[in-house]
């Protein structure tokens, strides 16, 4: 009786032997890496949770982002700032509001007046309310570049952020009043304003900060920004206008400027104040007719 003989084929995985441990093909190993690695660095973006504004912002803002608030007075841009602590409470994100113009007593007025218990969230470690004095921080600042001999490299945490708190988001309302406190020390202000960046973005902190400006600074043909080029290292620019229309109606506008990796809706659309709630953006009501901005 003859046996007939069947052809088995056989399939092998290349492997390597390490330290008397099994591993797979590198090739393989590289395909599986590569997703995982894809997986683990997938941005994270931020919804601030405002009535109508996360419909011109896409995905949302990126997590460690920072986004420059920038009009002229009584444009909106503390209520804009309150109305963002109020929603991303809500979230239950950790909020540092740091201010260097209005009391804490009363930054919690204005937040009652919007509904929000600040001493509830407070108590729950969700904020943090801090005024600060813009002048102490210049002085830091020229002491620290004294004594480092003007290198570029300065410690931003001692100066600024709270070394017992440990925030998601950070408001600075404003940016103006620091400025104003490096009065003709502009490289100085643009060395602090650099090193404060890069702390922000290091430690994953989102960061909305505060600008006023007397005029719009992006509308025209032409644009300067004297020695501070936050615009520049900001991530992301929102603007609040005044809108005059030509037959006397003043309203209230908001753009989106720019936000790096994000595809935003660019339009100028109508806002409003609520009493109770706070700012709320009009997505679809686009200003039309004749209209000057400022």
């Known amino acids: 009786m003859k046996i007939k003989k069947r052809s088995v084929k056989k399939k092998y995985v290349k492997a390597k032997v390490r330290s008397g441990h099994r591993s797979v093909d590198p090739k393989l190993e590289n395909k599986v890496a590569k997703k995982v690695v894809k997986k683990v660095i997938k941005e994270e973006f931020m919804k601030t949770g405002i009535p109508g504004m996360d419909s011109l912002l896409g995905e949302g803002i990126p997590t460690g982002s ?47 007046s919007f509904g929000v218990d600040a001493e509830k969230h407070e108590k729950n ?60 020390e502009s490289s100085r202000f643009r060395i602090y304003m650099e090193q404060l960046f890069r702390y922000l973005e290091s430690n994953k902190i989102t960061s909305f900060l505060i ?28 603007i609040l206008y005044n809108v005059f229309q030509k037959n006397g109606v003043r309203k209230r506008a908001l753009e989106i400027l720019k936000l790096r990796g994000v595809n935003i809706k660019r339009r100028i659309v109508e806002f409003d104040i609520k009493k109770g709630k706070g700012l709320i953006v009009y997505p679809e009501k686009i200003l039309k007719g004749d209209y000057s901005l400022t």
């Open 211 to 238: 600008r006023e400006v007397s005029n719009p600074t992006h509308v025209g043909t032409t644009y300067f920004e004297s020695g501070e080029a936050v615009s520049f290292l900001s991530d992301g620019i929102v």
């Open 66 to 112: 920072s986004v420059l608030i920038e009009g002229g007075p009584g444009n909106g841009k503390t209520i804009m700032a309150l109305s963002l602590i109020k929603s991303l409470c809500a979230q239950g994100k950790k909020v540092l509001y740091m201010s260097f113009e209005e009391p804490e007593d009363r930054l919690r007025m204005h937040l009652k």
């Open 125 to 184: 470690g969700n904020l943090y309310l801090r005024r600060f004095n813009a002048l102490d921080i210049a002085r830091s600042v020229e002491a620290l570049l004294s004594e480092a001999k003007k290198e570029l490299l300065i410690d931003v945490q001692p100066i600024l952020i709270p070394k017992e708190y440990h925030p998601d988001v950070v408001l600075i309302d404003s940016l103006s009043s620091i400025s104003s406190a490096f009065s003709g």
